[in-house]
């Protein structure tokens, strides 16, 4: 399997074709948003290919924060017929490893079980939350709502250094600033940090 950096034509495709179907509405920037952060050098998109018939299998999108090397990742996703078979871990390791030396941390939101809307979405929520702890990440007590959505902030240290709660808050901050307009992080950001526990 191979990682390559997406091209506009893909980026469209993976948008319209699968993105849509992965995340629910309320967490998906419009595609004009993600190609415009592109352009500003703040985003970047890589997918995960078959190495022989060039299929791909996954996707990842990631927020820049270049002034601090630290990168959030967007969205993660496997399509349905490679899943289940530890491909998300294989790509998430080799991602690791391809930006170790260049950026210092790796973020993650995931949704947070305490704002399910049921067992079952908190039981998805959990096995989520397992998945990035099992595949090297570690959760922290940082807190953060994006508008009508709730979650729990991971990370990943590709340096040898420990990651404080206030410090993750802070490259929090500074990443939806990058990401949003001005006046919907104003209105629709929030973060915290709490000593719940899962």
Do not use: W
């Amino acid at each position: 399997m191979t990682i390559k950096e997406l091209t506009a034509k893909q980026r469209e495709e993976i948008f319209f074709q699968y993105m849509v179907k992965h995340f629910h509405k309320s967490e998906i920037k419009p595609f004009e948003i993600i190609e415009k952060l592109i352009s500003e050098g703040k985003y970047v998109c890589y997918g995960l290919f078959n190495s022989k018939e060039d299929q791909l299998k996954g996707y990842a999108y990631f927020i820049k924060n270049e002034d601090d090397k630290i990168l959030l990742l967007d969205y993660l996703a496997v399509l349905k017929p490679y899943r289940c078979h530890g491909i998300g871990g294989k790509f998430l390791n080799q991602m690791r490893k391809m930006f170790a030396g260049e950026y210092k941390t790796i973020l993650a939101e995931v949704e947070n079980p305490d704002f399910a809307y049921n067992k079952a979405d908190s039981l998805l929520r959990k096995r989520r939350i397992q998945f990035y702890l099992k595949n090297g990440m570690s959760l922290s007590n940082v807190l953060a709502r994006v508008s009508v959505d709730n979650y729990r902030i991971l990370f990943m240290s590709l340096e040898e250094v420990t990651q404080e709660d206030n410090k993750i808050l802070k490259a929090m901050d500074t990443i939806y600033q990058i990401a949003f307009p001005k006046e919907f992080y104003e209105k629709h950001i929030e973060l915290e940090i709490t000593n719940v526990i899962i």
